[in-house]
């Protein structure tokens, strides 16, 4: 069905208000088709597993096609967003009564992407991630991003990084995070506590298949300071690190074909 935004309404006692539980997948809409679509739907059927929602009424197909309806409907042409949440239906307080979900797709334009170029980053000083089993998809409870949100805009930051608890890097705000030395490529891995970003494994794969070297491993705050280069990726693209506090990083021209060779 489709509907206006102010036609939409929840109830008090809905599970995504009172509880957080559910996903979300965000997907970028480049030339009006929603780009790697099976790789969001995949981390989705993936994080209900986890979580113990049923998606037996959300086929790929079905998402597709609606996609494009919404994409038409909204006039997206070039460049524009999409977002599709899941949400557990019924009451239950902690203890769920049910695993069927409700469903909510939505559409918006937006600005073609950049690869943007970040100065002014730095290190969260609030918050650590502690991995859990849910920790890698992304779920509708995000009060962890929230204050790291606040934070970044009390420092006057472009970009913030949480360290696991452990001190090891983990992610950005909204985004995983690569480093390049030595010609190789690394990125650290979901038992930081990170989210396993589609964009980020798309990232990966692609290197491989380029026979790029790539690694997941353990990255100290020091090491990453002593990149040659570094940048970020998420649903909408990648974006350069010049900078980490008084640290001076370069541009890496190989993954700006790479960016500009999807968007």
Known sequence: ELLDFKQIELGIQDRGFCYGDGLFETMAVIKSKPRFLQRHFDRLVKGSSVLGLSLDQITMEYIQENCFKLIRENAIEDFGKLRLTVWRKGDGLYVPAVRRVNYLLTAAPADLPILTELTRVGFSEKLVNYPAIHTSFKTISALKYVLAGQEKKERGLEEII??????????????????????????????????????RNWLIDELKSRKVAVEECFITPGELLQAESAFTTNAMGIRHILQIQNAVLTTDRYIQELHNSIT
């Open 162 to 199: 949480i360290n696991d608890h452990n001190g090891f890097v983990s992610e950005a705000l909204e985004s995983n995070i690569f480093m390049k030395k030595d010609e190789v490529y690394y990125t650290p891995p979901i038992a930081t506590g990170c989210i396993e970003g589609v964009m």
